[in-house]
């Protein structure tokens, strides 16, 4: 199946608080974690914490869902003011021993919570009926997130960093053997990065 690397590390400088603790529904890690595991294909879900771990960690167990909590494994980056590529390394850490069985690795930001958990699945089912090494989810063109790679990327994704663009340049590195997958679904572009960035939310959000 595949693995979710969730990084929720960062220092939200430009947020007023962490914004990985926002509350719609719920607070905005939850609901990203929520949605991704309810996807029939992800199989794990690994949560890196880095900035204020203890309380991240502790939100989400209060509100977790048993199904998440039964796919959920979280791990703490003590690198996290190096950037997210730190993050997503620690993550891949985490399933080094399960690497080869996954089909895929999916990356997905914390704050990422407007995504639809079909949407997951479609962008899943594209990329293991297409055999391309990577696939990244799209809205008119635009690209998103999720971004799904296959697990024979897995060294390749061990040794980004953030001085050469991080998993971008993994993307661009394989460009032709990347799927585009278009989902006509504006969440895959939102995320939080600061409080005006709620205007684009409210506009698009799918609840």
């Keep these: 199946m595949i693995a979710c690397i969730v990084p929720a590390a960062g220092f939200s400088t430009r947020f007023p608080w962490n914004k990985m603790l926002y509350t719609l529904d719920k607070p905005l890690v939850v609901q990203t974690l929520e949605n991704i595991s309810a996807s029939t294909y992800v199989s794990r879900v690994i949560l890196v914490t880095g900035h204020e771990s203890s309380r991240v960690s502790r939100v989400v167990e209060e509100h977790a869902s048993s199904r998440l909590k039964e796919r959920l494994r979280v791990v703490y980056n003590p690198d996290y003011a190096a950037g997210m590529s730190s993050s997503v390394r620690k993550g891949l850490e985490s399933i080094r021993d399960e690497a080869r069985s996954l089909k895929g690795i ?62 971008k340049a993994v993307v661009r590195r394989h460009l032709d053997d990347t799927l585009l997958v278009e989902t006509g679904y ?19 959000s799918w609840r």
């Design 186 to 204: 504006p969440g895959v572009l939102l995320d939080l990065d600061t409080v005006l960035d709620l205007n684009r939310v409210k506009e698009y």
């Design 106 to 167: 999916m990356v997905n930001p914390g704050d990422a919570a407007w995504i639809h958990p079909g949407v997951y699945d479609y962008v899943a089912l594209r990329f293991l009926e297409s055999g391309k090494k990577i696939a990244v989810a799209s809205y008119r063109g635009r690209r998103g997130h999720p971004i799904i790679f296959s697990s024979d990327l897995y060294a390749e994704l061990t040794a980004i960093d953030e001085e050469t663009q991080g998993l």
